[in-house]
């Protein structure tokens, strides 16, 4: 949570677009992980995934998209 709010405040500061693309992305990158771990049946749909390097490369792309 802490690094949610970090990262938010940081996209936040170029405005509210970056701050919707970096949250999009952080998302959508999860999702596809995630639904390729299920497709190649190394997790199931109850595995737990880490979030945080999602959220920080979703402020990546967005910091380098802006």
């Given at each position: 949570?802490?690094?949610?709010?970090?990262?938010?405040?940081?996209?936040?500061?170029?405005?509210?677009?970056?701050?919707?693309?970096?949250?999009?992305?952080?998302?959508?990158?999860?999702?596809?992980?995630?639904?390729?771990?299920?497709?190649?049946?190394?997790?199931h749909?109850?595995?737990?995934?880490?979030?945080?390097?999602?959220?920080?490369?979703g402020?990546?792309?967005?910091?380098?998209?802006?």
């Open positions: 949570m802490k690094l949610a709010v970090a990262l938010g405040a940081m996209l936040g500061w170029y405005g509210w677009r970056t701050l919707a693309l970096g949250a999009i992305a952080g998302q959508l990158l999860a999702a596809a992980f995630g639904l390729g771990l299920i497709a190649l049946r190394r997790a749909t109850k595995s737990a995934i880490p979030y945080g390097p999602f959220l920080i490369c402020t990546v792309l967005a910091m380098i998209a802006r």
